[in-house]
């Protein structure tokens, strides 16, 4: 999907709200374990009731490899699933990936072509050569973790090296790779008071914010500072809304949940 088509969507749905399906089966309802597939199940359910609320969604890996084979297969059905049935939702797989060149390459081919994800996020700590061979398809997005929404993000992220924060030089010298038009930032929404600085780095750039709901991240923090005249803005809520009932009515206490955000980033838009 391009970046235009997302927009198009999230002026279309007045949402840029991106619903994470980071499913753990511990806190799943009791009944979807005695089906062959409770992961999918759960996350087909949970898209059928929240799709017109959401412009994109985002599997974290990790509570799909956590569960080996089957986790796998769970989350090779939901993409397909959304592809099928919903070809206008911008998809992310949240795997934090990179590596020397020829592995970048192969994680990319295994998001972009093998599973067909519209993004997937990289960490930028080994620089440009492990960043590029994502960048290389087009049509497809590389969603740079920037600025995290976690405490630890303090540790070597906002540390000052040759006059400017880690995150900044992150930004900044993104900016300078090949095909660096197909690169998106990670900024946590914890961090919103750094998104006025942000914004005079990559002023147009589309940024994934994670950390509203469960830790603590403002939406209309964000949306004062990280706001652009495209939107410019993906706001990820994972737990937040997939967990709001662990009972049968967990669809649709999800959808309300999506709901209260989307009529809040509606209210935002047309303001
Ligand atoms: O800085 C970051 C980068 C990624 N994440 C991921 O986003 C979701 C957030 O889940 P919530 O339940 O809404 O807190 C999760 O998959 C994280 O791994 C992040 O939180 N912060």
Redesign the pocket.
């Given at each position: 999907m391009t970046t235009t088509q997302l927009i198009t969507q999230i002026r279309k749905k007045k949402s840029f709200l991106c619903i994470?399906l980071?499913v753990d089966l511990q806190k799943i309802p009791k009944f979807l374990l005695e089906t062959d597939d409770p992961i999918f199940e759960f996350n087909k359910a949970i898209i059928d009731a929240t799709h017109h609320l959401a412009v994109a969604y985002k599997p974290?890996t990790a509570f799909y490899e956590a569960y080996g084979i089957k986790g796998w297969q769970a989350l090779e059905k939901t993409i397909q699933y959304l592809n099928t049935n919903h070809p206008e939702i911008f998809t992310i797989a949240?795997a934090k990936r990179g590596d020397i060149g020829n592995t970048s390459s192969m994680y990319a081919k295994a998001f972009f072509e093998d599973l067909a994800f519209d993004s997937v996020t990289v960490a930028p700590y080994m620089g440009k050569d492990s960043v590029e061979p994502f960048l290389a398809f087009q049509g497809k997005h590389t969603i740079l973790?920037a600025l995290?929404?976690?405490q630890g993000a303090f540790d070597f992220q906002t540390k000052i090296i040759a006059d400017k924060e880690v995150y900044k030089h992150v930004l900044e010298t993104s900016k300078t790779w090949k095909n660096s038009e197909n690169l998106m930032y990670?900024v946590?929404a914890t961090k919103a008071s750094f998104l006025g600085e942000i914004r005079e780095i990559v002023p147009e750039s589309f940024l994934l914010v994670?950390?509203v709901?469960?830790?603590g991240g403002n939406l209309q923090d964000v949306c004062k500072y990280g706001m652009t005249d495209n939107i410019g803005l993906l706001i990820?809520?994972?737990?937040?809304i997939i967990y709001a009932s662990t009972e049968v009515d967990f669809a649709s206490a999800a959808a309300k949940k999506a709901a209260e955000l989307q009529s809040q980033m509606t209210a935002i838009l047309e303001a």
């Open positions: 994470g980071d974290n949240d973790l995290t929404s976690n990670v946590g994670p950390g709901g469960a830790q990820n809520s994972s737990r937040g």
